[in-house]
Each structure stands twice: as structure tokens, then as C-alpha cells.
């Protein structure tokens, strides 16, 4: 007999394998350390105590007369029976318990091998398993370790491993061995056979659950969150409905004097929230998505999934938002490519379509200048070269190139 709770300690604590399964681990390493010395295992008991530790192997033979031994591993005689147990008669079975230290030094450090990697293995399996269950979930963790492309980070609760990578981090993400992390597992898969649990601070969900943890009313489900889009440490923005008439699932969100909204605010690197109220009226819908513009005219072309938004002046650039961000936010949020344009009545009388340059200026540059709401000459020359090639994400020279263009054209015609 051999006591295994040094085995167990040295392999169970910080584990997670539960005390059943490593029975059977043990058990199945055993009998094939008695195969390989006695060829089967048939006639042996291999009996693991879940609660000591303690392990014992037991040989199990019938008692034959002497002299009619024919199977030496399923039978034993009987002076030897005796010898072993005096009780024992012809007819019995005979109980002999066996000691580790029978196979040998060699197998003995062979099993304990075989252990190791399994319960290696066994313990890979109950981490893939166990996060894959919790893909989705927003876990707390300790900065281990700083690496070029990825953070490394221990769980709170398990004290496993998990990855940050520098591509699911926020712009302004700044960790230091030691500092508390919190983010959404986004995806658990096994890499060269070793379990990889990625954690993101940019996946729309995490959002999703920073606002749940917050506001009861999502969780009850009474407010549903319709859609969230993000550009992660910029700008958001979440589409809500409230499914009991009584409570405004916007005030709900942002809670009194913002209280609900700003912690998250913070969590999110001061990333700017806008939460709307929901609705299937699509121009209603985009109107608030837009926000903080205020706009004049919508006209959809449902089919190609694409709306023309006309805004006075002073709110073209709201509609935008910096370097673009709230038009592609809310074209996300809708579903539909939104061109914004200023209201006709306020054109220069003596101002040019864009369309005009054609012949000198690239189609696909016009579609850039349009797209921030640039449509007309004018529109274009009022803007510095600085803020074009910032909304447009044109390089300089093609931005120069056009207000050059359009500048010759109105000195040109005298104007």
C-alpha cells in the first residue's frame, strides 16, 4: 500500500480537476503499470481512497490443489494460497495485496510520469471547458505580465492565465505589473494544445455588460438594449427600449445627474456615450442617432439602404462629429450610408457644384468632400486644409491639389 496525498496535494491544489476524476486517473495509470509487468489486468483490484489518499492493488486468484496450477495469473496453489492467508481453501478466491515497490523503481517513476501528464492534460481540458462556458463574461484580473503585443493577466477567481492583446485593448489603455483589469471574455480555443482565453476591452459587449451591471432595469428586462456600436475609446452609441411605457429607458441609462453613466464613462477611458431611444420609425430613428444634430430633411433609398440628410449649416459638422465619428457610428446604428448635405437655400449664389470639376478632380475624391457634407466650391474653400484632411483622412497633397483647383476657378471667373 502506498499513501497518495502528497500526490494529491502536489497535484490538486490550484487545480482544476475535482477529486473523482483524479481517481479514475489514478486508477487507469495503475493498471497499466500491472499490464505491462503481468500482461492484464484482470485479475487485479486497483482501490483509490477519495478521501486519504491511500491506494491499494490486490491480486485476485482461485485456489487450486497443488500440482493443478494451469493459469498462474487467474489461479494459485493451495500451500501457497495458505501462505498467504491461512483461511484460504480450495475453491476460494485468494486476496493478495501487492506493494508499489514490487514493480520497481524504474516503473514506479514511469507511473508517476504518466501522472503528471495526465492530469497536465486533464487540467487543460477543465480550463478550455470551463471558460468556453463563460464566454461572454466580464471577469476581473491582475497584470502579470507586459509584452510587446499582449498583456498578460490572472484571473481573480481561478488565478488562470488569460490574454490581452494590444489589438482588444483601449486607445489610452495603460497597465503597469499589478494593476486590476476588467474586461469581457471574447473567445476561448486551444493553441498547440494549451488552452488561449482572450479578453477584450473593445467588443461592444463588454459595454453591453458594464451598462447591465448598472442599470437594474436591464437586467429585470425591462429596458433592452436594441444595439450597440463603438469606436472603442471615442465614441459610442446604444439604442434602448423600454418594454413598460412608464419608465424612459434613456433616463433609466444615465441615471440621475448621470450617476449610472459615468462610472462607465471612466471604465471606457472617458469614452462619449450617447444612448437613443429605439424605434422601428426609421427617420425618427436616425434622427436620434445623429445626435447631437438637428436635422431639416431626411430622403431614403431604402433598397440601396442609403439616406440623404440635409442640415442647416451650423449643424453639418455636429452631424459628422470628429474625424467622422458620429455619421459612421450612426450609419452603423441604422443600418443605412448616410450622405450629409446643407440645405439648398443656404448655397452661395454665386457658389459650384463639385460635380463641376469632374474633369480635374478624381470622382472618388469628390465622393470623400461630399460625404463630409462638402458638396458645393465654396463649402469646401471655407474649411482650413487642416480640417479637410482631417475629416476626409485624404493625404495632403490631394486636399491641397483640390483647393487649388476650386481657388483658379473662382479667380478665373472673377469672382
Not at 352 to 370: C, Q, R
Request: overall charge negative.
Amino acid at each position: 500500500m502506498v499513501n497518495l496525498v502528497d500526490v494529491f496535494a502536489e497535484f490538486k491544489t490550484g487545480k482544476n480537476i475535482d477529486r473523482p476524476t483524479m481517481v479514475r486517473v489514478l486508477e487507469d495509470v495503475f493498471r497499466t503499470l500491472i499490464k505491462k509487468k503481468y500482461g492484464t489486468d484482470e485479475n487485479f483490484d486497483v482501490i483509490v481512497n477519495t478521501n486519504t489518499g491511500d491506494l491499494e492493488i490486490w491480486r485476485v486468484r482461485e485456489v487450486v490443489p497443488d500440482g493443478e496450477v494451469t493459469n498462474e495469473l487467474a489461479q494459485v496453489s493451495e500451500t501457497e494460497a495458505s501462505g498467504i492467508d491461512e483461511t484460504n481453501a480450495i475453491g476460494d478466491e485468494c486476496y493478495e495485496q501487492l506493494s508499489i515497490e514490487d514493480f520497481g523503481r524504474r516503473a514506479i517513476m514511469a507511473a508517476r510520469q504518466t501522472l503528471v501528464s495526465r492530469v497536465m492534460e486533464l487540467e487543460k481540458d477543465e480550463i478550455f471547458r470551463k471558460y468556453s462556458e463563460r464566454v461572454g463574461q466580464v471577469v476581473t484580473g491582475e497584470v502579470n505580465q507586459i509584452m510587446k503585443k499582449e498583456v498578460l493577466v490572472l484571473d481573480d477567481d481561478t488565478g488562470n492565465e488569460i490574454i490581452l492583446p494590444r489589438t482588444e485593448m483601449i486607445r489610452g489603455d495603460y497597465y503597469r505589473k499589478g494593476d486590476v483589469v476588467k474586461g469581457i471574455i471574447k473567445r476561448v480555443e486551444m493553441r498547440n494544445n494549451v488552452p488561449f482565453i482572450m479578453l477584450s476591452r473593445t467588443d461592444s459587449d463588454f459595454l453591453a455588460k458594464l451598462l447591465e451591471a448598472e442599470v437594474p432595469e436591464i437586467e429585470d428586462g425591462v429596458i433592452e438594449i436594441k444595439n450597440i456600436v463603438r469606436l472603442p475609446g471615442e465614441r459610442a452609441k446604444i439604442a434602448v427600449e423600454s418594454h413598460d411605457e412608464r419608465i424612459d429607458p434613456v433616463g433609466a441609462c444615465v441615471g440621475m445627474k448621470g450617476s449610472r453613466i459615468h462610472g462607465i464613462v471612466r471604465e471606457l477611458r472617458n469614452e462619449n456615450i450617447d444612448i437613443v431611444n429605439y424605434t422601428t420609425n426609421t427617420a425618427l430613428f436616425m434622427q436620434r442617432s445623429l445626435t447631437p444634430a438637428k436635422i431639416t430633411t431626411i430622403e431614403f433609398d431604402h433598397e440601396a439602404k442609403r439616406a440623404a440628410v440635409y442640415l442647416d449649416a451650423d449643424q453639418v459638422s455636429l452631424a459628422i462629429g470628429k474625424a467622422g465619428s458620429n455619421i459612421k457610428l450612426a450609419s452603423r446604428l441604422t443600418g443605412y450610408e448616410i450622405d450629409v448635405y446643407r440645405n439648398q437655400a443656404e448655397y452661395e449664389i454665386d457658389d459650384v457644384d463639385l460635380e463641376e470639376f469632374s474633369d480635374a478632380i478624381e470622382p472618388w475624391v469628390i465622393e470623400t468632400f461630399k460625404n463630409i457634407g462638402c458638396d458645393t466650391a465654396r463649402q469646401v474653400l471655407e474649411l482650413s486644409a487642416e480640417e479637410l484632411i482631417r475629416r476626409t483622412d485624404l493625404e495632403e497633397e490631394t486636399v491641397r491639389d483640390v483647393i487649388r483647383i476650386l481657388t483658379e476657378e473662382f479667380e478665373e471667373g472673377g469672382k
